[in-house]
């Protein structure tokens, strides 16, 4: 199964592989990255290399993909995004997306989500078309929240301590984007 990469303006979208093992421990070893995510700051490159392995058996189990979103000018990998998981009996699918601080605030993240999406609308995934897209964020993580609704998620309500992890259970807020609701300009 050939693994799907989608180009932006400014972007590749790639497959993950062993030799982004030490940009992968940079990206996820920064606090401010990791700060509303379900992973601790990664202490040690065995694992990057153990989250390029799970992204990879995700994959190739149809159960979600992960890309590198690396610059086209130079390659260099400078975040990830995809879908945490899909299911093609129900036509949805649930994002997620990271970026190295040096790169936020210039639209990469907008740019890389809005093609992953425009992907799964079209139908040219291996999850198929898909009808609905959600996205959970942690409150407080105003970046992502104003992410998703410049690309037309709308906020669903919260999700009362349902996600735990660090030692603590966690608030989410749910936010869903349908086909018939999606601009991929």
């Not at 975040?79 to 190295?100: E, H, P, Q, R």
Request: with cysteine.
């Amino acid at each position: 199964m050939v693994f799907p990469s989608l180009e932006t303006d400014r972007l590749l979208l790639t497959e993950l592989c062993v030799d982004d093992e030490a940009d992968l421990f940079n990206l996820f070893s920064n606090p401010s990255v990791v700060e509303y995510y379900d992973l601790d700051v990664f202490r040690e490159h065995s694992q990057a290399a153990n989250l390029i392995s799970l992204f990879k058996s995700r994959y190739e189990e149809q159960q979600g993909i992960r890309w590198a979103i690396r610059l086209k000018s130079s390659g260099r990998l400078i975040g990830t995004c995809g879908f945490n998981s899909w299911s093609s009996k129900m036509s949805n699918a649930v994002i997620g997306y990271d970026l190295l601080p040096e790169f936020w605030r210039k639209g990469y993240s907008s740019e890389a989500v809005r093609a992953i999406i425009s992907a799964g609308f079209a139908g040219i995934l291996p999850c198929g078309e898909l009808h609905r897209v959600q996205a959970d964020t942690v409150p407080g993580n105003r970046a992502s929240e104003s992410l998703l609704r410049r690309l037309g998620f709308k906020e669903e309500g919260l999700r009362r301590e349902c996600g735990y992890w660090k030692n603590k259970f966690h608030d989410l807020k749910c936010f869903g984007l349908l086909r018939s609701e999606f601009s991929a300009t």
